[in-house]
């Protein structure tokens, strides 16, 4: 018996093949699939699975900053309180770029004197114009009242929290930053705005220029020091940053109570809700692959 058109042209006799790019198939729709499609699906392929100790060691990082972050604010609510003078200013900014330079030359590799050197030119020539543009400053915001001052840089403050780049994978030899993202950009402009703001307060053009070149200090080279800390002993980085919370949460409590209950509170979700959250959502994730996915190019050229 001679076979028919239909017969000839239908899915039994006719095998479907997977074509990347071709014409429709004879006989199957444009979006059929067969028993075999799902044989290739990979579940949870590239989830990471984290432990909780890893990451509760990791946000110790994020701890540490705040407390960072928190000293600074003290110094400024110190010094608006005529509790600092400054000459006490000016000694905490010798003691700060002497202390971090000597944790640089024991942390950092290939230090050399030429690079030593360098950074104290740099360093120069940024002072001098600080102390030069210090009568600017004194009167930036003569017009403006205090209470949009306060209000103004709190938010400031809070923005650069919450821009700030936590990971440190982005500082490099010899204390560069490369590639810098837009949000630690505005994080870092954000801590400067806040720095002048608080330093246009101030009595005395002496003032002035102690707070700017201490908050300067500290929010442009505190994180390449933690990190060449860190990157140098973990375990130092750790005895850091446990005796840098302790420090202040004591400062905090001796300025207010309420706060200091707030930082704890904060510290405690830092450290042990966050990752408690983290690991327990994690047995939530799911993620598929299989042949539908995109191809990635994957390139070994050797160096």
Not at 91 to 117: A, P, Q
Not at 144 to 173: E, M, R
Request: glycine share 2%; with cysteine.
């Amino acid at each position: 018996m001679q076979a028919t058109v239909s017969e000839i042209s239908s899915p039994a006799l006719h095998k479907w093949k997977k074509i990347a790019y071709g014409g429709m198939q004879p006989g199957f729709d444009d979006n059929h699939t067969d028993e075999s499609f799902l044989e290739a699906m990979v579940m949870n392929a590239n989830v990471v699975r984290r432990d909780m100790l890893k990451v509760m060691l990791d946000s110790v990082s994020i701890s540490e900053y705040l407390c960072i972050v928190a000293l600074v604010v003290l110094v400024w609510t110190y010094t608006l309180r005529s509790t600092f003078s400054d000459k006490s200013l000016l000694l905490l900014d010798v003691s700060l770029l002497g202390s971090g330079f000597f944790i640089l030359l024991l942390t950092i590799e290939r230090f050399s004197f030429n690079l030593l050197l360098s950074y104290v030119l740099k360093i120069s020539f940024f002072i001098t114009g600080l102390y030069v543009l210090s009568p600017i400053y004194h009167t930036l915001t003569r017009s403006i009242s205090s209470d949009s001052i306060w209000a103004l840089t709190a938010s400031l403050v809070v923005l650069h929290l919450f821009l700030h780049n936590y990971s440190g994978f982005t500082v490099k030899f010899p204390g560069a930053v490369e590639n810098p993202t837009f949000t630690s950009n505005i994080s870092l402009n954000a801590s400067v705005v806040a720095s002048l703001l608080i330093a246009s307060r101030l009595p005395s053009r002496l003032h002035v220029f102690a707070i700017v070149l201490f908050s300067l200090q500290v929010f442009l080279f505190a994180p390449l020091v933690t990190y060449c800390i860190k990157k140098y002993s973990f375990r130092l980085h750790l005895c850091f940053s446990f005796a840098l919370m302790a420090v202040t949460l004591v400062c905090v409590y001796r300025l207010h109570r309420l706060l200091f209950v707030f930082l704890l509170a904060v510290l405690v979700f830092v450290n042990l809700l966050c990752p408690y959250w983290l690991i327990r959502i994690q047995e939530y994730k799911f993620e598929i692959n299989g042949p539908w996915d995109e191809a990635k190019l994957c390139f070994n050229i050797a160096e």
